[in-house]
Protein backbone atom coordinates (compact mmCIF):
# COMPACT_ATOMS: atom_id res chain seq x y z
CA UNK A 1 0.00 0.00 0.00
CA UNK A 2 2.93 2.45 0.76
CA UNK A 3 4.41 1.95 -2.64
CA UNK A 4 0.92 2.53 -4.29
CA UNK A 5 0.40 5.35 -2.60
CA UNK A 6 3.94 6.72 -3.68
CA UNK A 7 3.41 5.72 -7.19
CA UNK A 8 0.33 7.93 -6.63
CA UNK A 9 2.01 10.74 -5.59
CA UNK A 10 4.67 10.59 -8.25
CA UNK A 11 2.03 10.59 -10.67
CA UNK A 12 -0.13 12.95 -9.36
CA UNK A 13 3.04 15.57 -9.51
CA UNK A 14 4.33 14.84 -12.57
CA UNK A 15 0.38 15.77 -14.34
CA UNK A 16 0.06 18.64 -11.81
CA UNK A 17 3.49 20.20 -13.61
CA UNK A 18 2.08 19.14 -17.00
CA UNK A 19 -0.83 20.97 -15.84
CA UNK A 20 0.91 24.00 -14.80
CA UNK A 21 2.67 24.62 -17.95
CA UNK A 22 -0.70 24.08 -19.95
CA UNK A 23 -2.45 26.58 -17.74
CA UNK A 24 -0.10 28.97 -18.16
CA UNK A 25 -0.56 28.60 -22.01
CA UNK A 26 -4.24 28.53 -21.99
CA UNK A 27 -5.40 29.45 -17.95
CA UNK A 28 -3.70 32.64 -18.31
CA UNK A 29 -2.84 33.63 -21.63
CA UNK A 30 -5.34 32.07 -23.53
CA UNK A 31 -3.18 29.80 -26.20
CA UNK A 32 -5.20 26.70 -27.16
CA UNK A 33 -2.75 23.94 -26.95
CA UNK A 34 -3.95 20.56 -28.02
CA UNK A 35 -0.50 19.02 -28.51
CA UNK A 36 0.90 19.89 -25.23
CA UNK A 37 2.44 16.38 -24.90
CA UNK A 38 4.62 17.24 -27.89
CA UNK A 39 6.83 19.07 -25.04
CA UNK A 40 6.47 16.03 -22.92
CA UNK A 41 8.15 13.59 -25.47
CA UNK A 42 11.05 16.41 -25.94
CA UNK A 43 11.62 16.17 -22.67
CA UNK A 44 11.94 13.38 -21.56
CA UNK A 45 13.75 11.80 -24.79
CA UNK A 46 16.43 14.54 -24.54
CA UNK A 47 16.67 13.84 -20.50
CA UNK A 48 17.01 9.67 -21.01
CA UNK A 49 19.42 9.93 -24.45
CA UNK A 50 21.40 12.51 -22.78
CA UNK A 51 21.91 10.70 -19.20
CA UNK A 52 22.09 7.34 -21.29
CA UNK A 53 25.14 9.02 -23.06
CA UNK A 54 27.21 10.23 -19.84
CA UNK A 55 25.43 13.42 -19.19
CA UNK A 56 24.78 14.04 -15.20
CA UNK A 57 21.19 13.78 -14.93
CA UNK A 58 21.53 17.77 -13.37
CA UNK A 59 22.02 19.15 -16.77
CA UNK A 60 20.36 16.55 -18.50
CA UNK A 61 16.59 17.79 -16.98
CA UNK A 62 17.31 21.54 -18.07
CA UNK A 63 18.49 20.25 -21.69
CA UNK A 64 15.16 18.87 -22.16
CA UNK A 65 13.66 21.98 -20.85
CA UNK A 66 15.53 23.83 -23.22
CA UNK A 67 14.60 21.54 -25.77
CA UNK A 68 10.99 21.76 -25.30
CA UNK A 69 11.04 25.63 -24.95
CA UNK A 70 13.04 25.92 -28.37
CA UNK A 71 10.07 24.08 -30.26
CA UNK A 72 7.78 26.20 -28.82
CA UNK A 73 10.09 28.72 -30.12
CA UNK A 74 9.56 27.21 -33.55
CA UNK A 75 6.05 26.47 -33.12
CA UNK A 76 4.78 29.42 -31.90
CA UNK A 77 6.68 31.99 -33.77
CA UNK A 78 5.25 30.54 -36.67
CA UNK A 79 2.01 30.14 -35.32
CA UNK A 80 0.92 32.59 -32.49
CA UNK A 81 -0.17 35.10 -35.55
CA UNK A 82 -2.77 32.68 -36.69
CA UNK A 83 -6.79 32.48 -35.24
CA UNK A 84 -6.93 30.28 -31.74
CA UNK A 85 -8.01 27.54 -34.40
CA UNK A 86 -5.47 27.21 -36.12
CA UNK A 87 -3.04 27.14 -33.05
CA UNK A 88 -4.84 24.15 -31.86
CA UNK A 89 -4.88 22.27 -35.05
CA UNK A 90 -0.91 22.76 -35.36
CA UNK A 91 -0.30 21.68 -32.33
CA UNK A 92 -1.94 18.32 -32.01
CA UNK A 93 -0.05 17.98 -35.38
CA UNK A 94 3.45 18.52 -33.93
CA UNK A 95 2.83 16.48 -31.38
CA UNK A 96 2.02 13.74 -33.53
CA UNK A 97 4.79 14.77 -35.75
CA UNK A 98 7.49 14.41 -32.80
CA UNK A 99 5.79 10.96 -31.27
CA UNK A 100 6.34 9.68 -35.02
CA UNK A 101 9.94 10.88 -35.36
CA UNK A 102 10.40 9.29 -31.92
CA UNK A 103 8.98 6.08 -33.55
CA UNK A 104 10.65 6.24 -36.71
CA UNK A 105 14.21 7.39 -35.67
CA UNK A 106 15.51 3.27 -34.75
CA UNK A 107 19.10 4.64 -34.43
CA UNK A 108 18.72 7.78 -31.67
CA UNK A 109 15.16 6.46 -29.82
CA UNK A 110 15.32 2.43 -30.80
CA UNK A 111 12.00 3.37 -32.34
CA UNK A 112 9.05 1.01 -31.50
CA UNK A 113 11.34 -0.97 -28.92
CA UNK A 114 11.98 1.83 -26.91
CA UNK A 115 14.78 2.93 -24.21
CA UNK A 116 15.03 0.90 -21.05
CA UNK A 117 17.92 0.83 -18.44
CA UNK A 118 18.59 4.66 -18.18
CA UNK A 119 20.05 6.21 -15.14
CA UNK A 120 17.22 7.29 -12.89
CA UNK A 121 18.28 9.94 -10.27
CA UNK A 122 19.10 8.98 -6.77
CA UNK A 123 18.86 5.42 -8.10
CA UNK A 124 22.62 4.32 -6.42
CA UNK A 125 21.54 6.68 -3.25
CA UNK A 126 21.44 4.87 -0.10
CA UNK A 127 21.04 6.96 2.88
CA UNK A 128 21.80 6.67 6.27
CA UNK A 129 19.98 7.41 9.31
CA UNK A 130 20.98 11.16 8.85
CA UNK A 131 19.99 10.94 5.13
CA UNK A 132 16.82 9.87 6.06
CA UNK A 133 16.10 12.20 8.83
CA UNK A 134 17.46 15.01 6.09
CA UNK A 135 14.83 13.42 3.03
CA UNK A 136 11.93 13.45 6.43
CA UNK A 137 13.16 17.31 6.80
CA UNK A 138 12.65 18.49 3.18
CA UNK A 139 9.19 16.72 2.86
CA UNK A 140 7.84 18.39 6.12
CA UNK A 141 9.19 21.54 4.92
CA UNK A 142 7.28 21.28 1.33
CA UNK A 143 4.18 20.21 3.46
CA UNK A 144 4.73 23.08 5.83
CA UNK A 145 4.58 25.07 2.68
CA UNK A 146 1.63 23.23 1.13
CA UNK A 147 0.12 23.98 4.43
CA UNK A 148 0.54 27.85 4.74
CA UNK A 149 -0.76 28.48 0.99
CA UNK A 150 -4.14 26.51 1.97
CA UNK A 151 -4.46 28.64 5.06
CA UNK A 152 -3.68 31.60 3.18
CA UNK A 153 -5.89 30.58 0.16
CA UNK A 154 -8.94 30.18 2.14
CA UNK A 155 -8.26 33.51 3.89
CA UNK A 156 -8.22 35.14 0.77
CA UNK A 157 -10.90 33.79 0.13
CA UNK A 158 -13.40 34.51 3.58
CA UNK A 159 -11.74 38.24 3.16
CA UNK A 160 -13.35 38.40 -0.74
CA UNK A 161 -16.22 37.56 0.40
CA UNK A 162 -16.64 39.06 3.35
CA UNK A 163 -15.73 42.12 1.03
CA UNK A 164 -18.08 41.39 -0.96
CA UNK A 165 -21.00 41.15 1.52
CA UNK A 166 -21.66 37.32 1.02
CA UNK A 167 -19.92 36.19 4.54
CA UNK A 168 -23.72 37.35 6.16
CA UNK A 169 -26.02 34.94 3.65
CA UNK A 170 -23.65 31.99 3.37
CA UNK A 171 -21.59 30.56 6.64
CA UNK A 172 -18.36 29.62 4.87
CA UNK A 173 -19.00 25.53 5.77
CA UNK A 174 -17.87 25.05 2.18
CA UNK A 175 -13.89 26.54 3.01
CA UNK A 176 -14.40 24.38 6.03
CA UNK A 177 -14.76 21.07 3.91
CA UNK A 178 -11.81 21.89 1.46
CA UNK A 179 -9.72 22.68 4.34
CA UNK A 180 -11.02 19.44 6.14
CA UNK A 181 -10.44 17.20 2.93
CA UNK A 182 -7.32 18.93 1.97
CA UNK A 183 -5.96 17.91 5.62
CA UNK A 184 -7.05 14.70 5.75
CA UNK A 185 -5.42 13.93 2.46
CA UNK A 186 -2.45 16.06 3.03
CA UNK A 187 -2.41 14.15 5.98
CA UNK A 188 -2.18 10.47 4.65
CA UNK A 189 0.27 11.54 1.63
CA UNK A 190 2.75 12.90 4.33
CA UNK A 191 2.46 10.38 6.75
CA UNK A 192 2.93 7.34 4.18
CA UNK A 193 5.80 9.68 2.31
CA UNK A 194 7.76 9.81 5.94
CA UNK A 195 7.14 6.01 5.98
CA UNK A 196 8.37 5.99 2.29
CA UNK A 197 11.58 7.90 3.24
CA UNK A 198 12.38 6.05 6.42
CA UNK A 199 12.26 2.66 4.43
CA UNK A 200 14.59 4.24 1.72
CA UNK A 201 13.57 2.83 -1.93
CA UNK A 202 14.78 4.76 -5.27
CA UNK A 203 10.89 5.46 -5.68
CA UNK A 204 10.37 7.59 -2.37
CA UNK A 205 13.49 9.62 -3.43
CA UNK A 206 11.84 9.90 -6.93
CA UNK A 207 8.58 11.35 -4.99
CA UNK A 208 10.72 13.63 -2.91
CA UNK A 209 12.19 14.73 -6.04
CA UNK A 210 8.88 15.75 -7.97
CA UNK A 211 7.28 16.99 -5.09
CA UNK A 212 10.18 19.50 -4.04
CA UNK A 213 10.33 20.32 -8.03
CA UNK A 214 6.64 20.76 -8.08
CA UNK A 215 6.80 23.22 -4.93
CA UNK A 216 9.43 25.04 -6.90
CA UNK A 217 7.59 25.89 -9.60
CA UNK A 218 4.57 26.45 -8.62
CA UNK A 219 6.13 29.18 -6.17
CA UNK A 220 7.69 30.55 -9.47
CA UNK A 221 4.74 30.56 -11.77
CA UNK A 222 2.66 32.15 -8.44
CA UNK A 223 5.49 35.06 -8.61
CA UNK A 224 5.35 35.29 -11.75
CA UNK A 225 1.30 35.23 -12.79
CA UNK A 226 1.17 37.78 -9.72
CA UNK A 227 3.48 40.30 -11.40
CA UNK A 228 2.59 42.79 -14.01
CA UNK A 229 4.18 40.43 -16.56
CA UNK A 230 1.35 37.86 -15.19
CA UNK A 231 -1.01 40.68 -15.42
CA UNK A 232 -0.20 41.26 -19.19
CA UNK A 233 -0.95 37.75 -19.75
CA UNK A 234 -4.37 37.89 -17.92
CA UNK A 235 -5.42 41.21 -20.60
CA UNK A 236 -3.98 39.45 -23.50
CA UNK A 237 -6.46 35.93 -22.53
CA UNK A 238 -9.26 38.57 -21.46
CA UNK A 239 -8.90 41.18 -25.06
CA UNK A 240 -5.72 41.12 -26.41
CA UNK A 241 -6.60 44.39 -28.34
CA UNK A 242 -6.17 46.30 -24.65
CA UNK A 243 -2.64 45.52 -24.08
CA UNK A 244 -1.59 46.00 -27.74
CA UNK A 245 -3.13 49.26 -27.43
CA UNK A 246 -1.15 50.25 -24.16
CA UNK A 247 2.07 49.63 -26.88
CA UNK A 248 2.86 45.81 -24.99
CA UNK A 249 4.22 43.72 -27.66
CA UNK A 250 1.39 40.99 -27.46
CA UNK A 251 2.91 38.54 -29.86
CA UNK A 252 6.41 38.37 -28.00
CA UNK A 253 4.06 37.93 -24.13
CA UNK A 254 2.52 34.89 -26.14
CA UNK A 255 5.89 33.57 -27.52
CA UNK A 256 7.01 33.83 -23.91
CA UNK A 257 4.26 31.94 -22.09
CA UNK A 258 4.40 29.70 -24.82
CA UNK A 259 7.84 28.63 -24.54
CA UNK A 260 7.79 28.69 -20.50
CA UNK A 261 4.68 26.52 -20.43
CA UNK A 262 6.80 24.07 -23.00
CA UNK A 263 9.91 24.05 -20.75
CA UNK A 264 7.81 23.00 -17.95
CA UNK A 265 6.52 20.33 -20.10
CA UNK A 266 9.36 19.10 -20.95
CA UNK A 267 10.64 18.80 -16.84
CA UNK A 268 7.27 16.32 -16.04
CA UNK A 269 8.59 14.24 -19.53
CA UNK A 270 11.74 13.70 -17.58
CA UNK A 271 10.06 13.01 -14.29
CA UNK A 272 7.47 10.82 -16.37
CA UNK A 273 10.05 8.50 -18.07
CA UNK A 274 11.73 7.96 -14.62
CA UNK A 275 8.49 6.69 -13.30
CA UNK A 276 8.06 4.51 -16.36
CA UNK A 277 11.60 3.41 -16.32
CA UNK A 278 11.20 2.72 -19.85
CA UNK A 279 9.53 4.97 -22.66
CA UNK A 280 8.02 3.91 -25.91
CA UNK A 281 6.73 6.49 -28.02
CA UNK A 282 3.21 4.81 -27.32
CA UNK A 283 3.40 6.61 -23.76
CA UNK A 284 3.13 10.12 -25.74
CA UNK A 285 0.14 9.59 -27.49
CA UNK A 286 -2.60 12.61 -27.97
CA UNK A 287 -5.09 11.68 -25.07
CA UNK A 288 -2.17 12.56 -22.77
CA UNK A 289 -2.49 16.48 -23.50
CA UNK A 290 -6.09 15.64 -22.91
CA UNK A 291 -5.52 14.36 -19.35
CA UNK A 292 -4.58 18.10 -19.00
CA UNK A 293 -6.91 19.68 -20.35
CA UNK A 294 -9.07 17.69 -17.96
CA UNK A 295 -7.10 18.57 -14.92
CA UNK A 296 -6.76 22.33 -15.69
CA UNK A 297 -10.62 22.89 -16.53
CA UNK A 298 -11.88 20.42 -13.80
CA UNK A 299 -9.37 22.64 -10.93
CA UNK A 300 -10.03 25.79 -12.79
CA UNK A 301 -8.49 27.89 -15.61
CA UNK A 302 -6.11 30.65 -14.36
CA UNK A 303 -5.76 29.23 -11.27
CA UNK A 304 -2.32 27.57 -10.01
CA UNK A 305 -3.86 25.86 -6.87
CA UNK A 306 -6.55 25.17 -8.92
CA UNK A 307 -3.98 22.26 -11.13
CA UNK A 308 -2.86 20.84 -7.96
CA UNK A 309 -6.41 19.91 -6.82
CA UNK A 310 -7.12 18.65 -10.26
CA UNK A 311 -4.72 16.76 -10.61
CA UNK A 312 -5.23 14.56 -7.66
CA UNK A 313 -8.60 14.48 -8.18
CA UNK A 314 -7.78 13.25 -11.65
CA UNK A 315 -5.66 10.42 -9.87
CA UNK A 316 -8.30 9.54 -7.49
CA UNK A 317 -10.88 8.97 -10.14
CA UNK A 318 -8.07 7.20 -11.99
CA UNK A 319 -7.31 4.75 -8.94
CA UNK A 320 -10.68 4.59 -7.66
CA UNK A 321 -12.41 3.46 -11.21
CA UNK A 322 -9.46 1.29 -12.25
CA UNK A 323 -10.26 -0.71 -8.86
CA UNK A 324 -14.19 -0.10 -8.02
CA UNK A 325 -15.06 -1.35 -11.96
CA UNK A 326 -13.93 -4.68 -11.99
CA UNK A 327 -15.86 -5.42 -8.58
CA UNK A 328 -18.99 -4.41 -10.43
CA UNK A 329 -18.75 -6.42 -12.99
CA UNK A 330 -17.60 -9.26 -10.74
CA UNK A 331 -20.65 -8.15 -8.98
CA UNK A 332 -22.90 -7.99 -11.31
CA UNK A 333 -22.08 -11.56 -12.59
CA UNK A 334 -22.39 -13.48 -9.14
CA UNK A 335 -26.01 -11.82 -9.55
CA UNK A 336 -26.95 -13.06 -12.86
CA UNK A 337 -25.22 -16.92 -11.84
CA UNK A 338 -28.13 -17.97 -9.41
CA UNK A 339 -31.55 -17.00 -11.22
CA UNK A 340 -30.91 -16.02 -14.51
CA UNK A 341 -34.19 -13.60 -14.39
CA UNK A 342 -33.00 -10.59 -14.10
CA UNK A 343 -29.51 -10.02 -16.33
CA UNK A 344 -29.87 -12.55 -19.45
CA UNK A 345 -26.38 -12.38 -19.81
CA UNK A 346 -23.99 -15.53 -18.66
CA UNK A 347 -21.00 -14.71 -16.97
CA UNK A 348 -18.90 -15.80 -19.92
CA UNK A 349 -20.81 -12.76 -21.15
CA UNK A 350 -19.73 -10.27 -18.56
CA UNK A 351 -16.15 -10.66 -20.55
CA UNK A 352 -17.35 -9.12 -23.55
CA UNK A 353 -19.67 -6.32 -21.53
CA UNK A 354 -16.96 -5.36 -19.62
CA UNK A 355 -13.35 -6.24 -20.57
CA UNK A 356 -10.43 -4.12 -20.20
CA UNK A 357 -10.78 -1.72 -23.47
CA UNK A 358 -14.59 -1.23 -22.32
CA UNK A 359 -13.41 -0.95 -18.93
CA UNK A 360 -11.29 1.86 -20.77
CA UNK A 361 -13.48 3.58 -22.46
CA UNK A 362 -16.01 4.03 -19.52
CA UNK A 363 -13.43 5.93 -17.11
CA UNK A 364 -12.79 8.33 -20.34
CA UNK A 365 -16.97 8.42 -21.19
CA UNK A 366 -17.24 9.31 -17.49
CA UNK A 367 -14.45 11.71 -17.24
CA UNK A 368 -16.26 13.37 -20.21
CA UNK A 369 -19.60 13.44 -18.35
CA UNK A 370 -18.20 14.37 -15.25
CA UNK A 371 -16.88 18.19 -17.21
CA UNK A 372 -20.08 18.09 -19.16
CA UNK A 373 -21.83 18.47 -15.64
CA UNK A 374 -18.98 20.68 -14.63
CA UNK A 375 -19.48 23.42 -17.08
CA UNK A 376 -22.65 23.82 -17.21
CA UNK A 377 -23.02 24.06 -13.12
CA UNK A 378 -19.49 25.98 -12.80
CA UNK A 379 -17.72 26.68 -15.98
CA UNK A 380 -15.17 28.23 -14.19
CA UNK A 381 -13.64 24.78 -12.30
CA UNK A 382 -13.75 24.21 -9.09
CA UNK A 383 -11.17 26.90 -8.24
CA UNK A 384 -11.22 28.81 -10.88
CA UNK A 385 -13.12 32.33 -10.14
CA UNK A 386 -15.95 33.93 -12.67
CA UNK A 387 -15.12 37.27 -12.06
CA UNK A 388 -11.49 36.84 -13.60
CA UNK A 389 -13.02 35.28 -16.76
CA UNK A 390 -14.85 36.61 -19.69
CA UNK A 391 -16.74 33.32 -20.42
CA UNK A 392 -18.62 33.94 -22.95
CA UNK A 393 -19.48 37.78 -21.48
Same mark, same amino acid.
Given at each position: ??????????????????????????????????????????????????? *? !? +???? /?? $????????? #? @??? %???????????????????????????????????????????????????????? *? !? +???? /?? $????????? #? @??? %?????????????????????????????????????????????????????????????????????????? @??????????????????????????????????????????????????????????????????????????????????????????????????????????????????????????????????????????????????????????????????????????
Amino acid at each position: MVQYLVFLTISTAIFALFGLGLNLQWGFTGLINFGHVAFMTLGAYTTVLLS *D !G +GWPI /AL $AVPAGALLA #A @LLG %LIVGASTLRLREDYLAIVTIGTSEMVRLVALNEEDLTRGAFGLQGYPLPLDGWQPN *D !G +GKRA /AI $AILTAVAGL #A @LWL %LWRGLRREWLRRKQDGRWQQRYPLDLLCWALVALALGGLLYYNGVLALWNYSPKAGLMLLAIVTLGLVYTGLEV @LVRSPWGRVLKSIREDENIPRALGKNVFWYKLQAFMLGGAIAGVAGAFYAWQLNAVYPSNFIPIISFYGWTIVVLGGAGNNAGVLLGAVIFWAYESLTRFVLPGVERSLSSLALPDGSWLQIPVDGMAWLLDDARLGALRILVIGLILMVLMTSRPQGILGRKEELTLGR
